[in-house]
């Protein structure tokens, strides 16, 4: 077993443990291009292989309309930070009910369409997963809702060579390290100061070498 399987083994041996006398929600937080979508992904085949229903929810899902997102400039981070994501339609179609076990609806906005989206709805019972990724999760707004909280990180050199090889439609390389620099990393560093996802998470994982990754916590 490499490193890589080990570390996912473990985390899903983390994430069984939990009770299963109700859905559990994990909590999966990191930037942009650290390797944590590739993560969750890996971890909800092995927890459905595992014979758990996993529930899988990108915060991608929940973004405001572009209108909003960008009304500070593309490149602002505060805008980032604070118009980028719908945190109040995650809580209330995904964990208000889940906490009602009630079905859930995990989305509420097409990204590339930027429109509007009504998804149907999901049924969840005792010891499903309700897997949720994206940047920020780890806010304050919703802290209070993860039975299993996992941070992400990796070297910011790493990332900037993963964003402007992978994230080509966003612009010429230099647009994206720009984007990368004066958004993305900035309102990071506004998450750590605000939210201090450090402290929240139960786990935190270095990826800068997604084959050797780290456990820091």
């Given at each position: 077993?490499?490193?890589?399987?080990?570390?996912?083994?473990?985390?899903?041996?983390?994430?069984?443990?939990?009770?299963?006398?109700?859905?559990?929600?994990?909590?999966?937080d990191?930037?942009?291009?650290?390797?944590?979508?590739?993560?969750?992904?890996?971890?909800?085949t092995?927890?459905?292989?595992?014979?758990?229903?996993?529930?899988?929810?990108?915060?991608?899902?929940?973004?405001?309309?572009?209108?909003?997102?960008?009304?500070?400039?593309?490149?602002?981070?505060?805008?980032?930070?604070?118009?980028?994501?719908?945190?109040?339609?995650?809580?209330?179609?995904?964990?208000?009910?889940?906490a009602?076990?009630d079905?859930?609806?995990?989305?509420?906005?097409?990204?590339a369409?930027?429109?509007?989206?009504e998804?149907?709805?999901?049924?969840?019972?005792?010891?499903?997963?309700?897997?949720v990724?994206?940047?920020?999760?780890?806010?304050?707004?919703?802290?209070?809702?993860?039975?299993?909280?996992?941070?992400?990180?990796?070297?910011?050199?790493?990332?900037?060579?993963?964003?402007?090889?992978?994230?080509?439609?966003?612009?010429t390389?230099?647009?994206?390290?720009?984007?990368?620099?004066?958004?993305?990393?900035?309102?990071?560093?506004?998450?750590?100061?605000?939210?201090?996802?450090?402290?929240?998470?139960?786990?935190?994982?270095?990826?800068?070498?997604?084959?050797?990754?780290?456990?820091?916590?």
């Amino acid at each position: 077993m490499n490193d890589r399987e080990e570390l996912l083994v473990g985390l899903a041996a983390r994430i069984l443990a939990l009770p299963e006398d109700a859905p559990r929600t994990v909590a999966v937080d990191g930037m942009s291009a650290t390797g944590k979508t590739t993560l969750a992904t890996e971890l909800a085949t092995i927890l459905t292989g595992a014979g758990r229903q996993v529930v899988p929810v990108a915060l991608d899902d929940f973004h405001q309309p572009r209108e909003r997102r960008h009304r500070r400039g593309r490149l602002s981070a505060q805008g980032y930070i604070e118009d980028a994501f719908d945190m109040a339609s995650l809580r209330r179609l995904v964990l208000d009910p889940l906490a009602l076990g009630d079905p859930v609806r995990p989305a509420s906005y097409d990204l590339a369409a930027d429109e509007p989206v009504e998804a149907g709805p999901v049924d969840v019972g005792p010891g499903t997963v309700v897997l949720v990724e994206g940047t920020f999760v780890l806010d304050v707004v919703v802290s209070d809702r993860w039975d299993l909280a996992v941070l992400v990180v990796a070297d910011p050199g790493v990332v900037l060579e993963r964003a402007m090889s992978r994230d080509s439609d966003l612009g010429t390389p230099e647009q994206v390290r720009e984007l990368y620099v004066r958004r993305y990393f900035a309102a990071w560093a506004l998450h750590e100061e605000r939210n201090d996802p450090w402290s929240r998470a139960d786990v935190v994982v270095d990826l800068t070498d997604p084959q050797r990754p780290r456990l820091l916590g």
